[in-house]
């Protein structure tokens, strides 16, 4: 079993530019979750999606943020337009059943900088 | 926003000794759950304790969880250099979510 996957694995970009993260999940796994690390705010609960369905997207900051599960195998994390502010690393983690009540499989993340 | 805080924010001991680190949380939770974050990757999940639960042992880690003062340690045994990460706690409730706390900083000198 490859893990959870994320691409890119670094991201450097100039304020104002689209940023696409991408996460996939393992294989059987219901619950896809997206979170961010930074210094100041820890990690943070962005949205998690349960069977492809956005299920809590309050974490959200901002309108500039998106992320969509098209199907089981793959989900993006858009940031239009991306600020400084939003230099953090992402992490996506995947779990087989409700996600509280097991164990939650993390990808390596990615780290993004914004110029 | 954070649920848990961990304490202490960081923690040096030698290898051989043991670390134990605390998590206190606000409300109350379904379970509570470490996981170990090494430098530059993502999080690994270490032991899930349920509410019902008082402690569990899994290899040289040992949980515990106190609800009625909505606090829990983990306590590592003979600690390695390959310890040395940070610890963070999480806790459920009825949702799906995981509420992750701040995190200490282990650091084990061989």
């Known amino acids: 079993d490859a893990g959870v996957i994320q691409s890119p694995r670094h991201e450097v970009t100039e304020m104002g530019q689209e940023v696409t993260l991408r996460c996939k999940p393992i294989?059987?796994?219901?619950?896809l979750f997206w979170y961010r690390q930074t210094m100041m705010r820890g990690l943070e609960l962005l949205i998690y999606?349960?069977?492809?369905?956005?299920?809590?997207d309050s974490g959200m900051p901002e309108d500039r943020f998106s992320a969509k599960m098209p199907n089981a195998s793959f989900s993006t994390l858009k940031i239009q337009p991306s600020e400084p502010r939003d230099s953090a690393v992402y992490f996506c983690a995947s779990s087989p059943q409700r996600g509280s009540y097991n164990e939650q499989f993390f990808g390596p993340g990615t780290r993004l900088t914004v110029l | 926003s954070q649920q848990g805080e961990e304490d202490p924010q960081a923690l040096s001991i030698q290898e051989g000794e043991n670390a134990t680190m605390n998590c206190s949380y606000k409300?109350?939770?379904?379970?509570l759950q470490w996981y170990r974050q090494n430098s530059g990757r993502g999080l690994v999940h270490l032991i899930l304790?349920?509410?019902?639960?008082r402690e569990k042992h899994s290899g040289r880690l040992r949980v515990t969880l106190d609800t009625s003062k909505k606090s829990s340690s983990l306590l590592i045994t003979a600690s390695r250099a390959a310890d040395t990460a940070s610890y963070f706690c999480a806790t459920a409730d009825n949702t799906d979510k995981l509420i992750f706390g701040t995190g200490t900083r282990l650091q084990v000198f061989p």
């Open positions: 409300t109350s939770i379904n379970n």
């Open positions: 294989s059987g796994h219901d619950y």
């Open positions: 304790i349920r509410s019902n639960e």
């Open positions: 999606f349960n069977n492809n369905v956005p299920i809590d």
